[in-house]
């Protein structure tokens, strides 16, 4: 399964993967998706958000157990970052079938759409519409850097975008959703292949607008700018040095810029803002300061600067009982937090999630350097078919 699945998407330039939602490699990865239900005999079904589901057992059963991850990615990112949930869930259960485990309760793997929010910004689309955290309103007035809206998208790669919406009632048949990911960052030791996530940081994603002036680059005193540019540089500085003190985090990664001439003092500057912290008034303090030195530097290169929260996702702390289970079922796994964002956070409000975690001994991920060992890899197929057994076979 993962050597069908590595070519798709990959670029040969940088040798990350470029699966954006509803573009051609998303639909190879959801072919494949399909494909591996159908070769197991489970019941495939497309949902009302793009999501993809495989059910062994009554799709409208009660207390199903559910688990997956995505398959698409940041842009250049690795292989590991979501498809290792995915193809570690079917070979899980491919292992329960050779202990020939006997199921109580249905079981389904799921790949959710737009989960890295790569093209359209906002990160988790799918379980955000499923769980009502993101409205269809707010979903239709989504567009990528090309200006394609998200509805038309999803309408050109054959999903029907009226559709999209809350679905309490599927998930209110889910008893518990386990999703396996790759560790980011590095904190499971050497001899640890797979711990167990007791909560996520909350985090967001804000835009920074810097306005100023267009001008000559080669004609313009320097008293005489008011160049954007120089504001966002001097965020981006502070956000770090502010983050640093705060013990959270703050990036900008993703930056646009108007003329985007050589020669031309830029007009705007947008740059967003991706920042996390270990608890809420810490991330709310934070981003307040990085906005009013923004402001303030602003105001000294004649540059008005606008703040626009665009996506947040509050603390979530995992199904205390749920959590305590599979530490249990896996004899005392290491149990710890991550900063990042997962379906699982999303679904966390609705459902018991829970969250098991495969040693990155490199620590690096939404890279092309992204990797995990195999012989990890394998011991989170084992883990997590336990976990599955424990829950889907009592």
Partial sequence: MWAELLPVGRSAASGGYRRHAWNTADAECRAWFEQQAR????????????????????????GAIVTGSHLDSVPDGGAFDGPLGVVSSFAALDRLREREARFTKPLAIVNFGDEEGARFGVACVGSRLAAGVLTP?????????????????????GQDPTAIGAD??????????VELHVEQGRYLAED?????????????????????EANHAGTTRLDDRHDPMLTYANTVLSARKKARLAGALATFGKISVEPNGTNAIASLVRGWLDSRAADEATLTELVEQIHQAAAERGERDGVKVELVRESYTPVVEFDGPLRDRLARTLHGAPVLPTGAGHDAGI?????????????????????????????????????LADVLEDLACQ
Avoid: K
Wanted: proline residues 6%; charged residues 20%; hydrophobic residues 40%.
């Fill in 39 to 62: 070769a197991r005999g489970l019941h495939y079904e497309l949902d009302r958000n793009g999501n993809q589901w495989a059910w062994l057992g009554d799709p409208q059963g009660e």
């Fill in 137 to 157: 309103e707010q979903a239709f007035e989504l567009r990528d850097a090309d200006g394609v809206r998200l509805p038309d998208a999803m309408e050109r790669a």
């Fill in 168 to 177: 309490p009632a599927r998930l209110g048949r889910i008893g518990a959703f």
């Fill in 192 to 212: 640890q292949s797979v711990g167990v996530a007791s909560a996520i940081w909350p985090h967001g994603r804000w835009r920074f607008d810097f306005h100023g």
């Fill in 347 to 383: 679904l966390a409000s609705a459902v018991p999630t829970a969250m098991l975690f495969v040693r990155n001994p490199s620590g690096v991920s939404h890279s092309p350097a992204e990797h995990a060992e195999l012989a990890d890899c394998l011991a989170g197929v084992s883990a």
